[in-house]
């Protein structure tokens, strides 16, 4: 079947791809041509390098799947390969990515989420030291925090299971934080599908950032599961707890369990940022076993925790 042509491209003749050109997002057409042309993100990595245009698989992973999107003049420049190279019209990609987004203070990487320096501002210096991998590189899916309290009303011990997916090719690595009010920091032990990778703490704080091996390499949409534990020696009474997320994330169970008296009340809190008052919800029961339990679908970005008293 013949078609028109633009310049010396073809214009595609699959019947989707043209719809989705005329009506579908940037990262739909990248996909599907991709697809239907039967190429790897290492064959056009390796395609676009041989015409003199450098651009990574990570970058080339984020633009298929949506995860950001080419701005600068030499992603530009690569987009403009990439038509050439899939066979389609010139500049029929680049229309498809609009204006470019508003850059500088206040602009976040990606829609529904928030940078990590907000969150964790005194943790850049420990990112740096264990060269931290890319915000977003992957998603947590379900997080499951199970927090003990001893009978002292301190904190003991958060054992943490993570759902994870990856959002690039070669992904093998994911950066986990700590973070205690008590100047003895926590020990980490009892990984599993997992090793303990560079550890961090931060002088500034007593935050500890480290990074969790993942036991084999990850391809853009495969899932994995760690879990680990962290140890407290000691400190002061614990009266809340908390996790900040910087993306949305599809599930949040946090258990506190209290090992001696029970607190009469603990009540669910949000706190959009770490300045912001928080929010709270309302109490929760807390049964024989003498555990709390907040269940929250489609969490985040923010802190989540749970505060209570024994008076």
Known sequence: MAGNAV???????????????????????????????????EQVQRRLASRGVRVSRAALSYWRRGRSRPEREESLRAVRALEDLIGLPGESLVVLLGPPRPRGRGAETEPGAVDRRRLWPSCGPALAAI???????????????HVLVDQRRRLREVRTRLVLEATTDRTDRCV?????EESSRPVLGELRY??????????????????LLLEQRLSAGDRTVVEYTWRYPGGSVLTSFHRRFTRPVRQYLLQV?????????????????????????????????GTAHLAVPDAGPGL?????DWN
């Open 176 to 180: 986990v934080y700590e973070w205690a």
């Open 194 to 211: 997992c090793r303990q990778g560079r550890t961090r703490p931060q002088e500034a704080s007593t935050a500890t950032v480290c990074e």
């Open 257 to 289: 369990e209290f090992t001696g008296e029970v607190p009469p009340h603990c009540v669910p809190y949000r706190q959009p940022t770490l300045n912001s008052p928080r929010q709270p919800g309302k109490p929760l029961w807390i049964g024989g076993s």
């Open 7 to 41: 310049g010396t491209r073809a214009v595609p003749v699959d019947r989707e791809l043209r719809r989705l050109l005329r009506h579908g997002t940037f990262a739909q057409v990248l996909d599907h041509a991709l697809a239907v042309r039967g190429l790897s993100l």
């Open 131 to 145: 060269d931290a991998p890319p915000e977003g590189q992957v998603r947590y899916l379900d997080v499951h925090e």
């Open 304 to 308: 989540l925790g749970l505060q209570w």
